[in-house]
């Protein structure tokens, strides 16, 4: 049983674009987290949201729109897709605001 | 802001021990995590620590001192399989965890 997963695995897709990737996770968690790691390997949170509701906004572009349907999905859509975009996008949920994270498995967004 | 600071790199000889320290400053701080993240893999949580003091895990123990703004993870008889990035992150009272940069783990024989 895949306890947070995201679809898609490996992303390449031209500048301009706009793309989305889906987060799940089975655990009952309710808050879950987007984060971005570069080719460097730094890991940055974007956005988190608990039950349903943004609680954290990093300075990210307004090109990334996170999407909360319920509280085991939170997805992230992306316009105008830029080289700088390209990175590894990681999904985690955590028990409430305070817990353990537990990550999907990486979304790789290559942008061309 | 945060300011969270740990080694870029280490090597260590496998059966050896290795401390990985992390040094941080920041306002509302509620705990601090450790993850490790094996290459082109996902971070897998390790320990947590919100009280002062060594928490031990099997081969794994993090210590934290909070006046000090000070942690570290220790990692004892030491496997090959233990190469990878330990990251340590800071959560706050505003729910947020902020990760340090890493460090990267080479274990040889």
């Known amino acids: 049983d895949t306890a947070v997963s995201q679809t898609p695995k490996y992303l390449v897709t031209q500048m301009g674009n706009d793309k989305s990737i889906k987060c799940e996770q089975n655990l009952g968690h309710d808050t879950m987290y987007w984060y971005k790691q570069d080719s460097k390997k730094f890991l940055k949170i974007m956005f988190s949201y608990n039950n349903k509701e943004l609680i954290i906004n990093e300075t990210v572009p307004n090109r990334f729109s996170p999407k909360s349907p319920d509280k085991a999905h939170l997805n992230l859509h992306i316009n105008s897709l830029e080289l700088g975009d390209s990175a590894v996008y990681f999904c985690?949920?955590?028990?409430?605001?305070?817990?353990?994270?537990?990550f999907g498995p990486g979304t790789r967004l290559t942008v061309l | 802001g945060q300011n969270i600071d740990q080694p870029t790199e280490m090597t260590a000889t496998e059966g050896a021990i290795v401390q990985i320290n992390c040094t941080y400053q920041?306002?509302?701080?509620?705990?601090l995590f450790w993850y490790q993240q094996h290459a082109g893999e996902a971070p897998t949580f390790l320990s947590y620590?919100?009280?002062?003091g060594l928490e031990e895990k099997g081969r794994f123990s993090s210590f934290l001192s909070r006046s000090k703004g000070y942690s570290y993870l220790l990692l004892k008889e030491l496997q090959m399989k233990d190469s990878a990035s330990y990251l340590c992150a800071v959560h706050t009272n505003a729910g947020k965890s902020t990760f340090g940069d890493g460090t990267t783990l080479t274990v040889k024989p």
């Open positions: 985690a949920s955590s028990q409430d605001r305070a817990g353990e994270q537990f």
């Open positions: 620590n919100v009280l002062d």
């Open positions: 920041t306002s509302g701080f509620n705990g």
